[in-house]
């Protein structure tokens, strides 16, 4: 088991920046990667980026260019770097941790959701 604790959130206008934290405690030995996911209201739980072990990285194009994911693994901790934050990146942010056992994945652990509103 792992346990994700999110921070960072909050408001801000558009065109704003905002970083999100997440600490990772538990069984850290086992997590292969560590993501931001965000839902908001009436919609479906998305990817927004993603980092591997290795520093691999994955976004969703609706944020490329906008948004850099970074760990710093002696804190144990995955951070989400936000510019030019537009209305529609509204939503509640979770952060989450998979194993990896050869080409199966698992879900080791979930935030508990931190808000994000980008309002004039």
């Known amino acids: 088991q792992v346990q994700l604790v999110e921070s960072g959130g909050g408001l801000v206008q558009p065109g704003g920046s905002l970083r999100l934290s997440c600490a990772a405690s538990g069984s850290i030995f086992s997590i292969y990667a560590m993501g931001w996911y965000r839902q908001a209201p009436g919609k479906q739980r998305e990817l927004v980026a993603a980092?591997?072990?290795?520093?691999?990285?994955n976004y969703a194009d609706s944020v490329k260019g906008r948004f850099t994911i970074s760990r710093d693994n002696a804190k144990n901790t995955v951070y989400l770097q936000m510019n030019s934050l537009k209305p529609e990146d509204t939503a509640v942010y979770y952060c989450?941790?998979?194993?990896?056992?050869?080409?199966?994945?698992?879900?080791?652990?979930w935030g508990q959701g931190t808000q994000v509103t980008v309002s004039s």
């Open positions: 980092i591997t072990s290795g520093g691999s990285t």
């Open positions: 989450n941790a998979d194993g990896r056992s050869g080409s199966y994945y698992y879900t080791l652990g």
